[in-house]
């Protein structure tokens, strides 16, 4: 201990160095021999710089007993599990909350200005802390599913490879003890633990070789775990850690002799003593906890790691907002507050009255702004953070997992998380560029989306979605419905209709009285204690009975999402007449047919191109450019797509799901025989070429050009057979 405090850089307190030094194995291997003034440090070999996108920190390389270390509340792998402190509304769905944490501060002015390199918590009282590290420990096993094999039987068998790494955190209780007979507490008003950075699972399942809980050890073992009588309980690590290795010695002792293999004592033999690395330092400890988290962040933007999605959207949103704060781009109090860790309220411009739904609304769209950032400098951070293409490159799957960002870390305002996948709404060309809209506060909008444009569409681009996810009303499409039904009216079971947000938003869309009407209610049951919101008439006026998803389909249904059919332009030479047919409403804007490309180029499952800007107000920025629903522009039973050469007529009926099926195999049997054709043709020339003498018939411009046409054709081909397979098609059905 003191030699890890006369070590330059090195900024642990003294609690956690004594704490951490119960657990350590041959600590002398990591010391440095005496100086000239009988001083000894760490040894330089076992000290190194972690560098991540938030900040650096110092972590010293031990070797700890396997027991030690305690699961982390706050590893991001379970962050869907609690309540955020963002949320500033408390409901009846409320989960448990994590306890906020701080930098640990110096004892005295005399140690300095800077904080510690640790972490500081108020959880309410021992319980509170107990049953916190045991909800963490057992969420981990709930998830362990994810994983292909089983981590407990690997460490017994192999041991463990991988260093885990922790870092020190002292917990204050706020409520005072109670007292014992005696007049004395009956526990410790305070605990210091090593939390687990990185190998929480690790930590845990060497814990269950062991026979204990992090929770234990982090706030006391029982007698009856250490071999001892009563049922007294040991805080001091330093007694408790001496008696367990004491039974334990015992009983491998007499496993070994009784050739007892599974023996708690026999089993714990390949992790006795385990590698790991802790934090002991960094430049800037008031960002610490930021630092730690990021460490482990790569592995989420680059699975496979078994993260739910809104585990995985959340971190990557966190890896963003520090690489902003890291770059000084964002400020520090503000991103705590867009990462979920501190709550809306303390944000600057939120107002003293705001209401619950205005200050979710409010972090939101803060958060959104940040993930489809017009500032270069921001596009180029948020590029690195996530490691995208180019800005004009950026791809329909990198635009989506944007969004669903920005959805896992909206949902922490909210009492319960929802499928990500909800926000998946944007259409590639008109996010390159960043998000542009006007930042009108939540009430405005909703005071004036039934009469301004501007306010009703970014009502539906932007909050709509989620609104109606949190209090399930729609999903995102999953794909197939079989099984899936929804409580109708009469309390039976209907079948759910297939649908995707974006047909959603349309049926919004296409009902602006009733859509208006929907999205005060929806933000009045928020202002409301989360109550469930009441369905709406026709007319926008407020009804008995609660809103369920077979009534918002029946109100708001599929059909009604579906794309318009858009009046073609008169072609290139038409008179006044002309323009004046294919503009009927009399507006002057005809909307010009879709050349063959362009309509190719459209995103799938019916999304249409980009809306246009909206008109801003005075002093505003643009509104926001969302794309909206639209059938599937594929030749389906003769109709051909138009293209630009095409003249006035009908818009193509809109095709039927069986249709759209039928056309894709039709295709698929086209693409068949043309590739059949092709190769019958190539080998007619190799037959041809070698009766002329011929080596090689295709070395010249022509042969080049088919090289070239197959090797673009493979990759397609490639596609779109994975999707024919995600989609059910399977040979040999």
Same mark, same amino acid.
């Given at each position: 201990?003191?030699?890890?405090?006369?070590?330059?850089?090195?900024?642990?307190?003294?609690?956690?160095?004594?704490?951490?030094?119960?657990?350590?194995?041959?600590?002398?291997? =990591?010391?440095?021999?005496?100086?000239?003034?009988?001083?000894?440090?760490?040894?330089?070999?076992?000290?190194?710089?972690?560098?991540?996108?938030?900040?650096?920190?110092?972590?010293?390389?031990?070797?700890?007993?396997?027991?030690?270390?305690?699961?982390?509340?706050?590893?991001?792998?379970?962050? %869907?599990?609690?309540?955020?402190?963002?949320? !500033?509304?408390?409901?009846?769905?409320?989960?448990? %909350?994590?306890?906020?944490?701080?930098?640990? !501060?110096?004892?005295?002015?005399?140690?300095?200005?800077?904080?510690?390199?640790?972490?500081?918590?108020?959880?309410?009282?021992?319980?509170?802390?107990?049953?916190?590290?045991?909800?963490?420990?057992?969420?981990?096993?709930?998830?362990?599913?994810?994983? *292909?094999?089983?981590?407990?039987?690997?460490?017994?068998?192999?041991?463990?490879?991988?260093?885990?790494?922790? /870092?020190?955190?002292?917990?204050?209780?706020?409520?005072?003890?109670?007292?014992?007979?005696?007049?004395?507490?009956?526990?410790?008003?305070?605990?210091? +633990? &090593?939390?687990?950075?990185? +190998?929480?699972?690790?930590?845990?399942?060497?814990?269950? /070789?062991?026979?204990?809980?992090?929770?234990?050890?982090?706030?006391?073992?029982?007698?009856?775990?250490?071999?001892?009588?009563?049922?007294?309980?040991?805080?001091?690590?330093?007694?408790?850690?001496?008696?367990?290795?004491?039974?334990?010695?015992?009983?491998?002792?007499?496993?070994?002799?009784?050739?007892?293999?599974?023996?708690?004592?026999?089993?714990?033999?390949?992790?006795?003593?385990?590698?790991?690395?802790?934090?002991?330092?960094? #430049?800037?400890?008031?960002?610490?906890?930021?630092?730690?988290?990021?460490?482990?962040?790569?592995?989420?933007?680059?699975?496979?790691?078994?993260?739910?999605?809104?585990?995985?959207?959340?971190?990557? +949103?966190?890896?963003?907002?520090?690489?902003?704060?890291?770059?000084?781009?964002?400020?520090?109090?503000? *991103?705590?507050?867009?990462?979920?860790?501190?709550?809306? *309220?303390?944000?600057?411009?939120?107002?003293?009255?705001?209401?619950?739904?205005?200050?979710?609304?409010?972090?939101?769209?803060?958060?959104?702004?940040?993930?489809?950032?017009?500032?270069?400098?921001?596009?180029?951070?948020?590029?690195?953070?996530?490691?995208?293409?180019?800005?004009?490159?950026?791809?329909?799957?990198? /635009?989506?997992?944007?969004?669903?960002?920005?959805?896992?870390?909206?949902?922490?305002?909210? #009492?319960?998380?929802?499928?990500?996948?909800?926000?998946?709404?944007?259409?590639?060309?008109?996010?390159?560029?960043?998000?542009?809209?006007?930042?009108?506060?939540?009430?405005?909008?909703?005071?004036?989306?039934?009469?301004?444009?501007?306010?009703?569409?970014?009502?539906?681009?932007?909050?709509?979605?989620? &609104?109606?996810?949190?209090?399930?009303?729609?999903?995102?499409?999953?794909?197939?419905?079989?099984?899936?039904?929804?409580?109708?009216?009469?309390?039976?079971?209907?079948?759910?209709?297939?649908?995707?947000?974006?047909?959603?938003?349309?049926?919004?869309?296409?009902?602006?009285?009733?859509?208006?009407?929907?999205?005060?209610?929806?933000?009045?049951?928020?202002?409301?204690?989360?109550?469930?919101?009441?369905?709406?008439?026709?007319?926008?006026?407020?009804?008995?009975?609660?809103?369920?998803?077979?009534?918002?389909?029946?109100?708001?249904?599929?059909?009604?999402?579906?794309?318009?059919?858009?009046?073609?332009?008169?072609?290139?030479?038409?008179?006044?007449?002309?323009?004046?047919?294919?503009?009927?409403?009399?507006?002057?804007?005809?909307?010009?047919?879709?050349?063959?490309?362009?309509?190719?180029?459209? #995103?799938?499952?019916?999304?249409?191109?980009?809306?246009?800007?909206?008109?801003? *107000?005075?002093?505003?920025?643009?509104?926001?450019?969302?794309?909206? =629903?639209?059938?599937?522009?594929?030749?389906?039973?003769?109709?051909?797509?138009?293209?630009?050469?095409?003249?006035? +007529?009908?818009?193509?009926?809109?095709?039927?799901?069986?249709?759209?099926?039928?056309?894709?195999?039709?295709?698929?049997?086209?693409?068949?025989?043309?590739?059949?054709?092709?190769?019958?043709?190539?080998?007619?020339?190799?037959?041809?070429?070698?009766?002329?003498?011929?080596?090689?018939?295709?070395?010249?411009?022509?042969?080049?050009?088919?090289?070239?046409?197959?090797?673009?054709?493979?990759? %397609?081909?490639?596609?779109?057979?994975?999707?024919?397979?995600?989609?059910?098609?399977?040979?040999?059905?």
């Amino acid at each position: 201990m003191e030699a890890a405090l006369a070590t330059p850089h090195v900024k642990s307190p003294r609690a956690a160095l004594q704490n951490a030094a119960a657990f350590l194995v041959d600590p002398e291997h =990591s010391l440095s021999e005496p100086d000239a003034h009988g001083v000894r440090t760490l040894r330089e070999g076992s000290l190194r710089t972690v560098r991540t996108d938030a900040g650096e920190m110092l972590v010293v390389e031990v070797q700890m007993h396997g027991v030690g270390g305690v699961v982390w509340e706050h590893n991001e792998r379970i962050s %869907s599990l609690w309540h955020s402190t963002a949320d !500033p509304a408390v409901g009846g769905r409320t989960k448990r %909350s994590l306890t906020r944490v701080h930098p640990w !501060p110096r004892e005295s002015p005399d140690d300095g200005e800077q904080p510690y390199a640790a972490l500081l918590s108020h959880p309410p009282n021992r319980q509170w802390l107990t049953s916190n590290t045991e909800e963490a420990s057992d969420e981990l096993d709930r998830r362990d599913g994810l994983r *292909s094999y089983d981590l407990k039987e690997d460490l017994v068998l192999n041991g463990q490879q991988e260093p885990g790494m922790y /870092i020190p955190q002292r917990f204050c209780l706020t409520e005072r003890p109670q007292l014992n007979a005696d007049g004395e507490p009956m526990h410790p008003t305070e605990y210091v +633990g &090593w939390m687990a950075v990185r +190998g929480n699972n690790r930590t845990k399942r060497r814990q269950d /070789i062991f026979g204990l809980t992090s929770a234990e050890v982090l706030t006391g073992v029982p007698a009856s775990k250490l071999g001892l009588p009563g049922d007294e309980v040991f805080f001091d690590p330093q007694f408790w850690l001496e008696k367990l290795s004491d039974r334990l010695n015992q009983e491998w002792a007499e496993a070994r002799l009784a050739g007892d293999e599974e023996a708690t004592a026999i089993r714990a033999t390949n992790v006795a003593v385990v590698t790991a690395h802790l934090v002991v330092g960094t #430049p800037t400890p008031e960002r610490l906890y930021r630092i730690v988290q990021m460490s482990n962040r790569r592995d989420h933007v680059h699975p496979p790691l078994e993260f739910v999605p809104n585990d995985r959207g959340r971190a990557l +949103g966190r890896s963003v907002l520090g690489m902003y704060v890291a770059r000084g781009v964002l400020d520090e109090k503000e *991103s705590q507050v867009l990462s979920g860790l501190a709550p809306v *309220s303390e944000l600057s411009l939120a107002a003293d009255d705001a209401t619950v739904s205005e200050l979710r609304d409010l972090r939101s769209m803060m958060i959104l702004r940040e993930l489809f950032p017009t500032d270069p400098h921001k596009k180029l951070l948020i590029r690195r953070a996530l490691s995208e293409s180019p800005p004009s490159q950026l791809s329909s799957p990198e /635009i989506n997992r944007r969004a669903r960002a920005w959805s896992a870390l909206t949902s922490e305002s909210y #009492p319960a998380p929802w499928n990500p996948r909800i926000a998946e709404v944007f259409n590639a060309g008109s996010v390159r560029a960043g998000l542009h809209f006007s930042g009108r506060p939540l009430r405005e909008l909703l005071n004036a989306a039934d009469k301004d444009d501007n306010a009703f569409e970014e009502l539906v681009a932007y909050r709509a979605a989620h &609104w109606l996810a949190a209090f399930d009303i729609i999903d995102a499409d999953r794909g197939s419905l079989t099984g899936q039904k929804t409580d109708d009216d009469d309390g039976a079971k209907a079948a759910r209709v297939r649908r995707t947000v974006k047909n959603h938003l349309n049926a919004l869309r296409s009902n602006r009285v009733m859509a208006v009407a929907v999205l005060r209610e929806l933000a009045r049951a928020m202002d409301e204690g989360d109550r469930r919101p009441v369905r709406v008439s026709r007319s926008g006026a407020l009804l008995i009975e609660e809103m369920s998803t077979a009534w918002f389909d029946r109100e708001f249904p599929k059909d009604s999402g579906k794309r318009r059919p858009k009046v073609p332009a008169p072609r290139q030479g038409g008179n006044a007449s002309d323009a004046a047919r294919n503009d009927p409403g009399g507006t002057g804007a005809s909307t010009q047919w879709f050349s063959q490309q362009e309509w190719r180029d459209q #995103p799938g499952d019916g999304a249409a191109p980009p809306l246009p800007a909206l008109s801003p *107000s005075a002093g505003e920025s643009t509104a926001p450019a969302m794309g909206v =629903s639209a059938g599937i522009g594929a030749t389906v039973s003769g109709a051909a797509v138009p293209s630009e050469a095409a003249g006035p +007529g009908p818009w193509p009926a809109e095709p039927t799901f069986e249709e759209q099926v039928d056309a894709a195999v039709d295709l698929t049997r086209q693409l068949l025989e043309l590739a059949e054709r092709v190769e019958a043709s190539l080998t007619a020339v190799s037959a041809a070429a070698a009766k002329a003498g011929i080596d090689r018939p295709l070395a010249g411009k022509a042969g080049a050009e088919a090289a070239r046409n197959l090797a673009r054709t493979l990759p %397609s081909v490639r596609t779109m057979r994975d999707t024919v397979e995600d989609l059910g098609g399977r040979t040999g059905q």
